[in-house]
């Protein structure tokens, strides 16, 4: 039997059944943008930055199965119009300021902003008030820029099994809590040896007192952009960005 | 007296939710359930309530504070011993549910969202309430308080102050009136309980849903899915467990702004949703069936469960319901708690199972795995009416009502500029012409057909019909008048979005909060052409690219009425070329109010020079 094959941009890619597009992808060597999804996870798709176009309708790459002489747009002007959009609103709903940030080149979505070429926020920053958790001597938690995918809410919970995290709130006042009556992660049995302490895409998880060990400049992103991490055929050590 | 949180005790607070706890199995599927109850008997739900029922139910205390933080209706923090909801839905505001609430917030002296501070009394909006033919409305502690008047709120902030019971304030403002005018076939109808169960029953499960499937009956709830399909998949979906069975689902949460015609039917003719539900589910093969009730529609909830304990007793429910021997079935009732959001079907499920209402990643779709994990019918409160009747009257009855694609009748919910509000039952194909004269809109600029999700319609529209094959509606039908400001209608629905949306997805969640602060710019008189084009920018991303049906409409109003009634945006936009947001003289003015200094130097930009001028 003909292995099953889907058309991404115009180049065929095998898949076997039960995968998604997005994993059909990342196998090939494609570079489809993303954030909230993460191999080792159930996928979720609430970022929304790998939408994609299959068969003529937008879908999340993360969740959609691929299905055999499937048509997917990935890498088009209007897709990545919308996502550097998705940027956008992800920038201007938390307080990001990459300059001073400790995960600055190690940090996906600044990876991204670069990769999509986001010029500017474009729309009213929200400025948000987070404040940050310090209680925990190993980790800190700085919630202003936190974009909501839950990788930690999944490492903890799935991973972990100790459900550090969760959401609460809704619509734009939807955020991160910690699972104590104190609110605070020094009261939870949080642990920097965690999944979930070494999955947050951007800088809402840090360890203490690292920060700077390896100097702005010299990290992941700053030495290739992602695109081209992703690019690298698999196996030859740039199959994606290390999460 | 404000209850603070130190003084709830933890180990007072575990006994005093012992009961609640204990009444619902500590089953952490309830603990939707459990965590209204909970804020019933301490009034909101303080940290140690939530440890306390984390422990109860065995999950993790940070899920359960989650979903505490989800829903509109249960407080995290203090609120006043009388809660005051104003229904903030476009018409409610056509009557002058603004000036109402200020008037009693003057009254009480207090300031809208705030707790007064001897804890006694909040005031605030929330979305519709359901009530738009009976207008201005407002919730107090739950309860629905409609026709509010001038004299009204003066009388309700007397009561308040002088703390008079609830319970105690007269009758008559609490009733809810049906305000049906023009009845049809299902309206008209006056079964008995029970009757079309047993018409079911008698012509057995397959000819039943031949019947259904001649009827060509289309889900009521505004997706207009055939019925029929949807119960086939279901019925011929293996069950993951064999033990769980298949479920049905009756969807009441209705909570489209404009419409109310659920309300009407749970109120009125609860028996034949009862019915329905039975014939669905002896239809599909379900042993259980789940009514999900909008939280605004609690007040019908007592009702509701004398009528099915009503049911048990006449053996219509329970062990070997309606006689047949192999078959037990039972109808169970879960509240909501203030999301539209749950009323798209996958996220009333999730909720139903006592989680955040986020909607699911379809497929799989309910049919195959919903509640549980199970195959799900999930059916919309009309639909199962309808459902009933064809059991009662069959299937070609059926479709000889209405239009080839879009049989049967439909209920419309109709309120705003109109001499007669309510609900009207016509066979679908009936004209925006027709129904404009009948319930007496004489002076029509537009109809918002199906809600803010729906379409707006212009005068050039109105020999449309109403029918899945031209204009598709889950009811609402809001009318406004020459006079009216579409631009505003828009923007309530702007907010509305903004406050609805679950915030699952990153463009729903940030989208339609830029766009309600995109109209509030150009409301102060603040926009510019640009401000139109990102609100037509953002549309498209959010049809593209939202989770759900929420995102995916939420600019539809705003795209209608911009293309349709740009004037009303136009007029307002203070230059064609780019204004900013950001207004330093604004942001100076805390720290005018700190330093208690409001000199002409303490301002900046065109206000200094006004209050030099004035000098």
Redesign the interface.
């Known amino acids: 039997m003909n292995t099953p094959t889907l058309l991404l941009d115009g180049l065929p890619v095998p898949f076997s059944v039960g995968q998604t597009i997005m994993e059909a992808a990342t196998a090939a060597g494609i570079f489809i943008p993303h954030l909230c999804h993460h191999p080792d996870f159930k ?7 790998c ?1 994609v176009k299959a068969n003529g309708r ?1 879908v ?1 790459a993360c ?1 959609m199965p691929a299905k055999d002489g499937m048509e997917v747009e990935n890498n088009s002007p209007d897709l990545n119009d ?1 996502r550097r ?2 940027l956008q ?2 920038f ?2 938390g307080n990001h300021f990459c300059p001073s940030c400790e995960k600055s080149g190690d940090c996906l979505l600044q990876a991204l902003a670069y990769e999509l070429e986001m010029l500017t926020a474009h ?2 920053q ?1 400025y948000p008030d987070r404040p940050v958790d310090a209680s925990h001597p190993e980790v800190l938690l700085d919630f202003n820029r936190c ?2 995918c839950e990788l930690c809410v999944r490492a903890s919970r799935e991973v972990d099994g100790k ?12 955020h991160l ?5 104190s609110g605070r992660l020094a009261d939870t049995g949080f642990s920097l040896a965690d999944k979930a302490a070494h999955v947050c895409p951007v800088g809402v998880i840090l360890a203490k007192r690292r920060g700077f060990l390896q100097p702005i400049g010299c990290r992941r992103y700053d030495r290739q952009p992602i695109g081209m991490q992703f690019a690298s055929p698999p196996g030859s050590g740039g199959n994606g960005p290390e999460h | 007296m404000v209850v603070a949180d130190e003084c709830f005790d933890a180990t007072a607070v575990a006994a005093l939710l012992q009961p609640v706890v204990d009444r619902h199995r500590r089953d952490p599927l309830r603990l939707l359930q459990i965590l209204r109850e909970a804020q019933e008997v301490l009034g909101y739900l303080p ?2 309530a ?2 306390a029922i984390a422990d109860a139910v065995e999950l ?4 359960v ?2 979903v ?3 829903y509109s209706f249960l407080h995290l923090q203090p609120v006043g011993r009388y809660r005051i909801l104003f229904s903030d839905n476009v018409t409610d505001r056509m009557l002058g549910s603004v000036e109402l609430m200020d008037r009693l917030c003057h009254r009480l002296w207090i300031e809208r969202g705030k707790v007064s501070e001897d804890g006694l009394v909040s005031v605030d909006t929330t979305s519709c309430t359901g009530m738009c033919d009976q207008g201005p409305a407002l919730l107090v502690n739950g309860r629905p308080l409609t026709r509010l008047s001038a004299e009204r709120i003066d009388r309700i902030s007397e009561l308040v102050r002088a703390q008079v019971a609830v319970s105690d304030w007269p009758e008559e403002w609490f009733l809810v009136a049906d305000n049906i005018r023009r009845r049809d076939v299902l309206l008209a109808t006056a079964s008995t309980p029970g009757e079309a169960m047993r018409a079911a029953v008698a012509r057995g499960r397959e000819p039943l849903l031949d019947e259904l499937k001649r009827s060509n009956l289309r889900g009521r709830g505004g997706a207009g899915f055939t019925t029929h399909t949807k119960w086939e998949a279901a019925r011929c979906a293996p069950c993951r467990d064999p033990q769980g069975g298949r479920y049905l689902v009756c969807n009441a949460d209705e909570g489209e702004p404009g419409t109310f015609k659920d309300r009407v039917l749970l109120a009125s003719h609860a028996d034949l949703v009862f019915d329905g539900m039975s014939v669905a589910a002896f239809a599909i093969g379900a042993r259980q069936g789940l009514l999900y009730l909008r939280g605004e529609y609690a007040w019908l909830l007592p009702a509701l469960n004398e009528n099915l304990a009503r049911r048990r007793r006449n053996g219509l429910l329970g062990v070997a319901a309606c006689g047949q021997q192999d078959w037990n079935f039972d109808i169970d009732i879960h509240l909501g708690a203030g ?1 539209y959001v749950c009323g798209e079907e996958t996220a009333l499920l999730e909720s139903l199972e006592g989680r ?1 209402g986020v909607p699911r ?1 379809r497929p799989p779709y309910p049919a195959q795995q919903g509640y549980r994990g199970q195959p799900t019918v999930v059916n919309n409160v009309e639909t199962l009416c309808k459902v009933g009747l064809i059991a009662l009257r069959g299937g070609d009855w059926f479709a000889g009502l209405g239009t080839k694609q879009s049989t049967g009748t439909k209920l419309l919910s109709i309120a705003g500029d109109v001499e007669s509000p309510g609900v009207y039952e016509y066979p679908f194909g009936v004209s925006i012409d027709q129904v404009l004269h009948d319930c007496g809109a004489g002076n029509a600029q537009a109809v918002q057909v199906g809600g803010p999700s729906g379409s707006c319609l212009a005068l050039h529209e109105f020999t449309r019909r109403i029918a899945f094959e031209d204009v598709p509606t889950a009811g609402a039908f809001t009318v406004f008048g020459a006079h009216r400001d579409l631009f505003e209608v828009a923007r309530n629905f702007a907010h509305f979005f ?10 729903c ?6 766009v309600a ?1 995109c109209m509030d710019k150009i409301a102060r008189g603040d926009g510019s052409q640009y401000d139109i084009n990102e609100i037509f ?2 549309h498209r ?1 959010l049809h ?4 759900c049906g929420l995102g995916q409409t939420a600019c539809n109003p705003l795209f209608d009425t911009l293309n349709k009634f740009r004037p009303a945006y136009e007029r307002r936009l203070r230059s064609l070329d780019f204004v900013p ?2 207004d330093l003289d604004q942001s100076l003015s805390i720290a005018r109010q700190m330093t208690v200094r409001d000199d002409p130097a303490a301002h900046f930009g065109p206000a200094a020079g006004v209050q030099r001028a004035e000098r």
């Open positions: 996928p979720q798709g609430s970022c929304k930055l939408t937008y999340s969740t919308k959009t998705l609103m992800l201007v709903e729309f009213p929200f974009i909501l459900n550090v995290f969760a959401l609460s709130g809704r619509g734009i006042g939807k809590i910690v699972n104590a009556e | 940290r140690t939530l440890t993790p205390r940070a899920r504070e989650g505490a933080g989800f999301a955040r990643i903004a406050h609805e949306s679950c915030g699952f997805c990153t463009p969640r940030v989208g339609t909060t830029l602060n920018r953002i991303l593209a690219a939202s989770h947001a950001f």
